[in-house]
């Protein structure tokens, strides 16, 4: 998933003054991500293809998320500028601190009949990067100085690689128990807790691969601050892979994956302080909302057979803040 994502850059977080024909930039910051799945298919515990219509098709038969992953990150990025053409770039790495994962199994359709519930650890990193290309037009504005808009297009990748561990069993009704019953059958308390879930080290990593379109706006406010808006939307495919390694039913390295077409929005928010001729202080925020079609879910079993299933849909959620300085050349 990570080949040739180093040589990937994607928008700046504030432009250059005019003057400036290239700028590199050290940036850090933090984000929260949430990050959810469901697919659809047939509620059976068994790991043979052939028997999946041994039990009753469900419109959302598994659900995963992640809420709350914190993620430290670190970047570098670029600016050039030739006249009023502008090439920029960055690429990030983060590493997860905290977060919550929630894996949910349901008997019937609409999240009915939950089954199977486990609330986990997060661990895993980050990778975004991407580059950009843009014209940037000029408006009056009275006495003062201009507006600056730039009409922008660009290609970016996102990763995720999510692992989930310190898992802890909340809920499970054994499938004997839950035949027959028009709601699920009785829990077995006696699982409940870690010990169904000892060692689990399971992965799901995903990546959103796009090109995008997008406008930024800012003004030269003072001689030494600047302040910008950026919209981009983009769209393109995601892909992701899971290890889930306590499921001996299933193939490792790879149990499942999944494959969608993908499309989201990135808002902006940022400026640039010079704190000398050739030092500038960079700060922004960024929130961005990412959702795909349906897509395909293809299962693995250990065999070496494997099943589809449909992927119903793919939901991501970031906001993060950075803060960073920049070193005119």
């Known amino acids: 998933m990570r080949a040739g994502l180093a040589a990937l850059l994607l928008l700046c977080a504030a432009p250059a003054v005019a003057e400036t ?10 984000r929260f991500d949430a990050l959810d799945w469901n697919i ?24 995963l998320s992640w ?3 914190q993620i430290a990150q670190v970047g570098l990025s670029f600016e050039a500028r030739d006249g009023r053409l502008y090439l920029r770039g960055q690429a990030f790495y983060g590493e997860v601190l905290d977060g919550d994962n929630r894996d949910s199994d349901y008997d019937y359709d609409n999240r009915q009949g939950e089954f199977s519930r486990s609330d986990n650890g997060v661990f895993g990193d980050t990778l975004d990067a991407g580059i950009s290309l843009g014209y940037r037009y000029d408006v009056a504005w009275g006495d003062a100085s201009p507006i600056h808009i730039m009409p922008v297009v660009g290609a ?11 898992g802890y069993q909340t809920l499970y009704v054994p499938y004997a128990e839950r035949l027959g019953h028009p709601q699920a059958g009785v829990p077995d308390t006696s699982v409940v807790g870690p010990d169904l879930l000892a060692g689990l080290n399971s992965s799901y990593d995903t990546e959103w691969t796009t090109g995008w379109v997008g406008l930024d706006i800012w003004r030269t406010l003072t001689p030494r601050l600047s302040l910008r808006l950026n919209a981009q939307f983009h769209t393109g495919d995601y892909a992701a892979v899971a290890n889930w390694n306590l499921r001996q039913d299933l193939a490792h390295p790879v149990s499942f994956a999944h494959w969608a077409d993908g499309q989201g929005l990135v808002l902006g928010v940022g400026g640039e302080y010079a704190l000398s001729p050739a030092l500038l202080l960079k700060f922004g925020v960024n929130y961005g909302k990412w959702d795909t079609d349906p897509g395909i879910d293809r299962v693995y079993f250990s065999d ?13 959620e970031s906001l993060a803040f950075n803060l960073g300085l920049a070193l005119r050349l």
């Open 304 to 316: 070496g057979s494997r099943v589809e299933t449909p992927l119903n849909q793919v939901n991501w």
């Open 67 to 69: 809420s709350d992953v």
């Open 40 to 63: 659809a298919g047939w509620n059976t515990d068994s790991g043979n293809p052939d028997q999946q219509r041994s039990g009753e098709y469900v419109n959302v038969l598994s659900e």
């Open 21 to 30: 024909a290239l700028a590199v930039a050290l940036e850090g910051g933090y």
């Open 156 to 166: 970016a990748i996102h990763q995720q690689n999510f692992g989930m561990n310190d």
